[in-house]
């Protein structure tokens, strides 16, 4: 598995088209997984913006246990969540 989310990762880095990355993951994931994906990163986005983690729960219909994860994942050294919502807001 984890040589397969290799392969997925060098190709995405390697593709400048975000309408051809979204194809990609239209193609390969139901869409319930493109959803989860979605509310994923909704929920980091709101929570490096300082909303309560209870607020996003309810808002978004997710356990408190997933919004945990994103919060913790945020405030690891050199998060690379951080470094993408910083991208996105540039």
């Not at 983690?53 to 408190?64: G, M, N």
Request: glycine share 4%; aromatic share 6%; proline share 1%.
């Amino acid at each position: 598995m984890i040589k397969n989310i290799r392969e997925v990762s060098y190709l995405l880095a390697h593709t400048n088209d975000p309408k051809e990355i979204r194809h990609f993951f239209e193609s390969i994931l139901s869409r319930r997984e493109l959803k989860d994906i979605g509310s994923r990163w909704e929920l980091v986005k709101r929570l490096d913006e300082g909303e309560s983690q209870r607020k996003i729960a309810k808002d978004l219909h997710l356990s408190l246990c997933k919004i945990t994860r994103g919060s913790k994942e945020l405030k690891k050294k050199n998060a690379v969540l951080k470094r993408f919502i910083e991208r996105l807001n540039k």
